[in-house]
């Protein structure tokens, strides 16, 4: 009996000591990152002969530990993309950095000028203006590039970051399968918390799943499947890479096994912080900056096509107002050596300009393709442009090169390229910044309209000249010298009713000379757009680079002047096309083709588009961080329940070991007393 006491108090001792070192553990540990308290279970010995074979294990449930790994990486995900989303909008909410205002601001000036075009320093005000706005699309759009290169260095240093827990996840499987499953070596549960603890920081960066091992090692994989980390300690690791534009960083997955096999992952559903960084980049700042350049763009080449339409202070035809950039076409790795394309803004062709970056690739000797792309870079092939050229390549190519006429408004000058060939052309990215003045004149602002129509005092009739429009002032393709009208001033007879001819009404249009440059039949008496009803083609509008209508009730044989506007210092009247911009619909909302639908903003409605965009983006992620943020908090709170230390609990299960303790040592005191009481019965 003694002896079966003894055993039983031994065992019994033994078992509470490990618990109260047990609890003891939990306690010391209760403010340690990632520490999962641990628990001691022991079952009988046979025969009622004390306590058997005990284990300490961790408690942890799979299911809520996977939870909070997801609700871990959403959280982060929200949380970086709504701290990235929060600069853009500071920058763009603020009062002061507002484009509407600097545009808005350039607009009234060239009202003031309007309402006395005299005055030279109104003009001033204009030139003065313009440079103002140009300035503040310079500090917008750099700041946005910053911002760039901000997210570029986080992504660069997250990634280190996730290569580094990717290898210590690898080296405690390692040295977990090291030790085996067996009794007599068990794994140490620190070494489990030390990889959970990893693994749950990596599903900080990236959204990953993982699976059990028959080993004991823990498989992580990308929530798309690509294996970080597999069996026997080998792993992938990420890295960046910018094809063809280094500031665009792709996420590629190197093998550990093999370096030159790289696997470019997408960017959907990545996930995490890294997940936010790209999201944001495509979705917020890269539209951004293309919407702010092509915005730039729209304004500056509009005013040109407009200021060239009209007639300076020094009584010649206007120029460009601002001169535009060209971008450099970024060429892939595998081009030919000597390679190269440039892309810039076709003058007049901005209307045409969506906000996109688009591919353009070599076919072959006689044809290329310029394909826009969407925002994540993808190509959309339905909106594709085929380009042939009979005399081959190297070539300059515009609308005139496609069958639509709608190139995007771009111009292309293609060099040294040989089939297959590749470009990803980025005529928006730095536009915004890249843009300056073309001239610092007041005198060179273009208020006056170049053509003066007028009719003769001895006419009959009651009509007049009126609604003169102009179309090109290009000497190349227009009646205009710099500073004059080609063999102008023109003469317009009305000859009256042709009754021959369907009683139709016939004008006839003669230069300085008496030549006769041609003839416009109505059939009614509504007089308008006389150039474009001339008879030919081309018409007379589009050889002279004008039109004009009649108004009133000529009679047969009444004339009309239509001569160079000379001395028209105090004219607005292109001052007055050049305000109607403001409203007009000038910029392409995407690249569908035009009449698929409503596909064109106003300058203000574009930069309101683009700011509302930033806004509800903004909006969104604020939403998403709140709800992502309870979430994880509650789901904490149930991983916690079962795996966080409870001092309350512990303290509890102290005081009931220490007394289970103390009533095990008095069993040993007792088999003590027995076995002296049989030695002293037997002496």
């Known amino acids: 009996m003694a002896d079966s006491l003894l055993s039983i108090g031994k065992t019994a001792v033994l078992a509470n000591s490990r618990l109260l070192n047990t609890t003891g553990n939990n306690i010391a540990n209760i403010n340690t990152p990632g520490y999962v308290r641990q628990r001691t279970t022991f079952v009988a010995e046979q025969f009622g002969l004390g306590v058997g074979q005990g284990t300490t294990e961790r408690l942890v449930n799979e299911f809520t530990q996977k939870q909070l790994r997801r609700d871990t990486t959403n959280a982060a995900y929200s949380s970086q993309y709504l701290a990235e989303a929060n600069r853009l909008d500071a920058l763009f909410s603020n009062a002061a950095n507002s484009i509407a205002t600097g545009m808005n601001n350039l607009f009234q000036q060239i009202q003031t000028a309007n309402n006395d075009p005299t005055q030279l320093s109104n003009r001033q005000l204009v030139i003065g203006t313009s440079q103002s706005l140009l300035d503040q699309f310079k500090s917008m759009s750099t700041l946005i590039a910053d911002q760039e290169q901000f997210l570029n260095q986080q992504l660069d240093a997250n990634v280190s970051e996730v290569n580094d827990l990717i290898s210590q996840i690898a080296t405690y499987n390692n040295d977990i399968v090291s030790y085996g499953s067996s009794s007599s070596r068990p794994v140490p549960l620190d070494l489990l918390d030390r990889r959970d603890s990893a693994i749950l920081k990596l599903a900080e ?8 091992s028959n080993s004991g090692e823990k498989l992580v994989f990308m929530a798309s499947g690509q294996a970080l980390v597999v069996e026997r300690g080998e792993f992938n690791l990420f890295s960046l890479r910018g094809e063809p534009d280094p500031n665009d960083r792709v996420i590629q997955l190197t093998l550990q096994s093999n370096n030159d096999v790289r696997i470019e992952l997408d960017a959907k559903g990545v996930g995490g912080k890294i997940g936010a960084l790209t999201d944001y980049r495509l979705q917020v700042v890269n539209p951004v900056q293309r919407q ?5 763009l729209t304004l500056a080449d509009s005013m040109n096509t407009q200021n060239k339409l009209g007639l300076t202070l020094n009584g010649t035809i206007g120029q460009d107002l601002f001169r535009l950039p060209a971008a450099q076409g970024l060429s892939f790795s595998t081009n030919s050596a000597n390679a190269r394309v440039s892309v810039s803004i076709e003058p007049g062709e901005s209307g045409k300009l969506p906000p996109n970056d688009f591919l353009l690739e070599v076919i072959d000797a006689n044809n290329i393709r310029l394909t826009p792309l969407d925002d994540m870079g993808n190509p959309i092939t339905a909106n594709a442009k085929n380009i042939n050229s009979p005399t081959g390549i190297p070539g300059v190519f515009n609308s005139a090169d496609v069958a639509d006429g709608d190139l995007y ?6 060099d040294a ?10 005529p928006l990215n730095a536009a915004a910044r890249s843009m300056q003045m073309a001239t610092n004149r007041a005198e060179d602002v273009a208020l006056a309209g170049p053509l003066r129509g007028d009719f003769t005092a001895a006419n009959l009739g009651n009509g007049r000249i009126e609604g003169v429009k102009i179309f090109s002032t290009d000497p190349g393709s227009s009646a205009f010298t710099s500073s004059s009208l080609v063999d102008g001033p023109y003469t317009v007879t009305f ?4 009754s021959a001819d369907n009683d139709r009404f016939v004008f006839s249009i003669t230069d300085i000379n008496g030549v006769t440059l041609g003839e416009a039949r109505f059939s009614s008496n509504n007089f308008n757009n006389v150039l474009e009803n001339s008879v030919g083609s081309p018409s007379l509008k589009d050889t002279l680079g004008f039109d004009f209508s009649i108004t009133g009730v000529p009679r047969a044989g009444d004339t009309f002047t239509i001569a160079f506007n000379e001395n028209g210092f105090n004219d607005n009247r292109n001052g007055l096309e050049l305000s109607a911009l403001q409203n007009a619909s000038l910029v392409r909302r995407n690249p569908e083709p035009f009449g698929a639908a409503v596909n064109q903003y106003s300058l203000n409605q574009s930069y309101a588009t683009m700011v509302g965009n930033i806004g509800e983006r903004t909006r969104q992620a ?24 409870n001092l309350d609990e512990e303290a509890a299960d102290l005081v009931r070991f220490q007394q289970s303790y103390a009533a095990a040592a008095k069993i040993l005191a007792t088999s003590q007393t027995v076995f002296d009481t049989l030695l002293q019965a037997v002496r």
């Not at 000859?495 to 042709?498: E, I, L, P, V």
């Open 205 to 212: 960066y990236v959204d990953i799943q993982t699976v059990n």
């Open 292 to 296: 702010l350049g092509q915005l730039a």
């Open 409 to 414: 408004g771009l111009q292309l000058q293609v």
């Open 417 to 426: 390229a040989v089939a297959g060939d590749r470009f990803v052309l980025k």
């Open 495 to 498: 000859q009256g009713q042709d």
């Open 622 to 645: 604020r939403t998403a961080d709140e709800a992502n943020a309870a979430i994880l908090e509650q789901t904490t709170l149930w991983y916690e329940s079962l795996s966080g230390v």
